[in-house]
């Protein structure tokens, strides 16, 4: 074996998405003379970032003080908020929860936005690689993290080198920085090596689905933010869909599920479609053309699902450690707010970690996690329990003297036959995409089709076998890029056989699979650097 080229740094973060853009830019703001690297799975910075996404202004204020006179592309200030609760026909208008009023905040495409702050760090001297996907941590011989892997390129889908195979590089630096965003891949080995979840509830997790529209002209009324529970979900699934109105006549909407649904029969993208095609919705987009789509987890499991976020030589921040805020539907402030905090803390203390999670907890970002701790477990409950619930915490200010508990997603699922299935009341859906392949295609995901599969199932038999028998195959309806399918094998002979498919190119790295799988035996791993979706404005 050749030796592996490795690079040094002072400080490593791995994600270029708001958390670790904004920690390396307040790391050298403090240290000029610092060496810090910021690597990046996607083709380009902001490509497969996907949110909202409304944002609080506040960190970007305080990280930099002038950037409202140069904004980012898509920035138009929030100007009133409607907030509905709908039926399959029609709906009603509530009055607005505290929580999502967003005067003084602004809508942004959150792709856009990382683009918008790459250069900034580049600016200030922090090395900027997209394309390099961290495949793996490396360690110290005392166990502590060193760094990371690059994932090999070149590598052909039966393991041998293709003409063009190059070796990844090993980046060690004196400590690396977690920012992967939800359910990152090298957090989940970290979290489960250094036992850092061993004191909190499980972590939760919603999908949000988003496309980005261009509507005829005067249809949008920028700064417009619509908000909507209810229909097409049915009062057991938590589910809740947004619409911002963007400038230059572009409307981006979405529809988020929680992944703690029990309906086995229950389809996040066919949701998401179905609400579309609500007469409130479809009267805006009728006659637009869909621009872009994607879908991402969203890590919802707050306050009490907060893992510790430091071990000897590494720290997690933003969506990766888990700090959104769930009735805001907001976490690019916190990510912000993190990134910063995280700075400080090592600027101060000579890049050690400790000490970390202390200053975490005893700051803003997990004061206003507690106030809301108790919001998204009261909807297991059912959704009017759940809105009482919440109506009661807001008002108390999150004092209740309890903490309701999180359960993992992946175990909520109800068997097929245990379930009573609800009434779907769907509607025949007329716009655009017809199917989730449609989908694919606005998301411009790409693939090189001869690269080891990166959906690692651990036992196919279990899809064909038991998964089959008793929940009828989730995966191909929980994700929505349709890469799980079950195909029908006909033998010479003429007898058949079922087996699993996996279509990996048409991946839209969301993460449900990873997080949904009822037995645990999904593993979602970064593909050859650079793969994946290449989100326009999302």
């Known amino acids: ?293 994607g879908a991402r987890a969203i890590v919802t499991g707050g306050y009490q699902s907060l893992p510790k976020v430091e071990m000897p030589g590494a720290l997690l921040i933003g969506d990766t450690a888990g700090l959104l805020n769930v009735p805001k539907i907001k976490g690019t402030h916190q990510a912000i707010r993190s990134g910063m905090l995280a700075a400080e803390h090592l600027a101060a203390n000579d890049l050690k970690p400790a000490g970390f999670d202390a200053k975490l907890r005893g700051s803003e970002v997990m004061a206003e996690l507690k106030k809301v701790r108790n919001i998204k477990p009261g909807f297991k409950k059912g959704l009017w329990f759940g809105l009482f619930n919440s109506a009661w915490e807001t008002v108390t200010g999150g004092k209740s003297p309890w903490t309701l508990k999180n359960k993992p997603d992946w175990n909520s699922l109800h068997k097929l036959g245990q379930y009573e299935e609800p009434k779907r009341d769907y509607v025949q859906r007329e716009l655009a995409p017809r199917d989730r392949l449609a989908g694919v295609y606005f998301a411009a995901t790409e693939h090189d089709e001869n690269q080891p599969v990166h959906l690692h199932v651990a036992d196919t038999s279990v899809c064909v076998t038991k998964c089959a028998e008793e929940y009828g195959n989730p995966c191909t309806r929980f994700c929505p890029a349709n890469v799980y399918e079950i195909v029908q094998d006909t033998a010479p002979d003429g007898s058949s056989s079922k087996r699993l498919q996996i279509n990996a190119a048409n991946c839209v790295h969301c993460k449900t699979c990873d997080i949904k799988d009822p037995y645990e035996i999904i593993n979602w791993v970064p593909p050859e650097g650079g793969s994946g979706p290449n989100y326009q404005n999302l």
């Open 1 to 293: 074996m050749t030796e592996r080229e490795t690079m040094e740094y002072d400080v490593i973060v791995v994600g270029a998405g708001p958390a670790g853009l904004s920690f390396a830019i307040r790391l050298k703001q403090l240290k000029p003379d610092m060496t810090v690297c910021v690597i990046e799975k996607a083709s380009t910075i902001g490509a497969q970032i996907l949110s909202g996404a409304v944002i609080e202004p506040q960190p970007l204020d305080a990280l930099l003080p002038g950037w409202r006179d140069n904004p980012p592309p898509i920035c138009v200030p929030a100007t009133e908020d409607e907030f509905w609760l709908l039926s399959k026909t029609g709906g009603r208008k509530l009055p607005v929860p505290g929580t999502l009023n967003n005067h003084g905040n602004f809508i942004v495409s959150l792709g856009a936005m990382c683009a918008w702050l790459a250069p900034q760090a580049e600016a200030l001297g922090v090395d900027v690689f997209p394309g390099f996907a961290a495949a793996d941590t490396i360690y110290n011989e005392d166990g502590s993290v060193a760094g990371v892997r690059i994932g090999d390129m070149g590598v052909a889908k039966d393991g041998s080198h293709k003409p063009g195979y190059t070796q990844g590089i090993d980046i060690k630096a004196k400590v690396t920085v977690l920012a992967e965003g939800a359910r990152g891949s090298l957090t989940k080995q970290l979290v489960k090596r250094f036992k850092l979840d061993q004191d909190s509830d499980p972590q939760g997790y919603s999908i949000g689905i988003k496309e980005l529209w261009q509507v005829p002209a005067g249809r949008a009324t920028p700064g417009k933010i619509f908000h909507s529970f209810g229909w097409p979900a049915d009062n057991h699934t938590y589910g809740g869909a947004f619409l911002y109105h963007l400038d230059k006549d572009r409307i981006a909407l979405g529809y988020v599920s929680g992944l703690d649904y029990k309906d086995p029969g229950y389809q996040p993208w066919e949701a998401f479609q179905q609400w579309k095609n609500h007469p409130k919705i479809k009267s805006l987009l009728e006659g637009g053309t869909i621009l872009s789509a």
